[in-house]
């Protein structure tokens, strides 16, 4: 069964770059949809975006200025970075995997969530 | 302000059923399937229901999801406390590259 596991800075102080690694242990990247969804304190969630296996990624436009995601096949991880972090970036932050086909394919497997806080 | 409009909260009692409704438009629900999401306090969200009505394996019966034009609808029948948790349907939208989008969620409460 495959898991992930977000790992990362708990704090980060505003204006600076948001950085999180997710880790898939019981599985591959390759063929698969990988994505990074937020959800801050008491609200809904909000998808980040995804990146296939190959690097190709698309983002969400309210959030594509400032976001970056990345592969390591090699390592068996994917990950986020945010520029520009302000308080409304405070979130629990989740990755997620599709499956083969996007606009099909649920996102199926989450991680368990990393909160970070964006604070001064 | 979420693409697909759910009510924020639903209630019933043991043994009921309850319905959550999803409202979105032709570019999301209206030409893709809706997928259901379940979070239970302090928890990741878990996939319920795909493809508009498929239970993955160990979801029990009691949830089904169905979709009429440009809504979608997640049942709960004979209602337990265990469904006490905050449910989100999320669809793909045509409109900006395949870009995915959440519900506004609802909170359901068991009496």
């Known amino acids: 069964q495959v898991q992930l596991e977000e790992s990362g800075p708990g704090l980060v102080k505003p204006s600076e770059t948001l950085s999180l690694t997710c880790t898939v242990s019981?599985?591959?990247?390759?063929?698969?949809?990988w994505s990074w969804i937020r959800q801050p304190p008491g609200k809904g969630l909000e998808w980040m975006g995804y990146i296939y296996y190959s690097g190709r990624t698309s983002y969400n436009p309210s959030l594509e200025s400032r976001v970056t995601m990345s592969v390591d096949t090699s390592k068996n991880q994917f990950s986020l970075k945010v520029k520009s972090v302000a308080a409304a970036d405070t979130a629990v932050y989740y990755c997620?995997?599709?499956?083969?086909?996007?606009?099909?394919?649920?996102?199926?497997?989450w991680g368990q969530g990393i909160l970070v806080t964006v604070s001064s | 302000q979420s693409v697909l409009t759910q009510p924020p909260s639903a209630t019933g009692t043991p043994g009921q059923r309850v319905t959550i409704s999803c409202s979105g438009s032709s570019s999301n629900i209206g030409s893709n399937v809706v997928n259901w999401y379940q979070q239970l306090p302090g928890t990741a969200p878990k996939l319920l229901i795909y493809?508009?009505?498929q239970r993955p394996s160990g979801v029990p019966d009691r949830f089904s999801g169905s979709k009429s034009g440009t809504s979608a609808s997640l049942a709960i029948s004979g209602l337990q406390s265990e469904d006490e948790a905050d449910y989100y349907c999320a669809a793909w939208d045509d409109s900006l590259n395949g870009l995915f989008v959440f519900g506004s969620g609802t909170k359901v409460t068991v009496l």
């Open positions: 019981g599985g591959s990247l390759t063929n698969y949809y």
């Open positions: 997620a995997r599709a499956g083969e086909k996007w606009l099909v394919s649920p996102l199926a497997h």
């Open positions: 493809s508009t009505n």
